[in-house]
Nanobody, 121 residues
Framework: QVQLVESGGGLVQPGGSLRLSCAAS????????MGWYRQAPGKQRELVAI???????NYADSVKGRFTISRDNAKKMVYLQMNSLKPEDTAVYYC???????????????WGQGTQVTVSS
């Protein structure tokens, strides 16, 4: 009964900014690591950024210094602030979260449906 829903994607010009949001809902006991992944046409899905429950972060080299991941545990949300966007950032962005449910015995990875980010003039 867990659901992750992304929002905030769209079309932006090179050098512009976007903020993606992901809301988790359902029978959630706790959320461990949360992260953002992306997949461009013809490429493998890759890790963009992750954040632990203690706000320890890790970023792909391609986005370091430009993207910032954050989370709001009370709201069960994770965000991705994307600045200085480049055409090569164009991809479908997916939210991921390791979640412990009330009906499960351990954490399990859940995925959102994805949101399109297009960087173009």
């Amino acid at each position: 009964q867990v659901q992750l829903v992304e929002s905030g994607g769209g079309l932006v010009q090179p050098g512009g900014s976007l903020r993606l949001s992901c809301a988790a809902s359902g029978s959630i006991y706790s959320i461990r690591v949360m992260g953002w992944y992306r997949q461009a046409p013809g490429k493998q899905r890759e890790l963009v950024a992750i954040i632990t429950g203690d706000s320890i972060t890790n970023y792909a080299d391609s986005v370091k210094g430009r993207f910032t991941i954050s989370r709001d545990n009370a709201k069960k949300m994770v965000y991705l602030q994307m600045n200085s966007l480049k055409p090569e950032d164009t991809a479908v962005y997916y939210c991921n979260a390791d979640i412990v449910t009330y009906y499960g015995g351990t954490n399990y990875p859940y995925w959102g449906q994805g949101t399109q980010v297009t960087v173009s003039s």
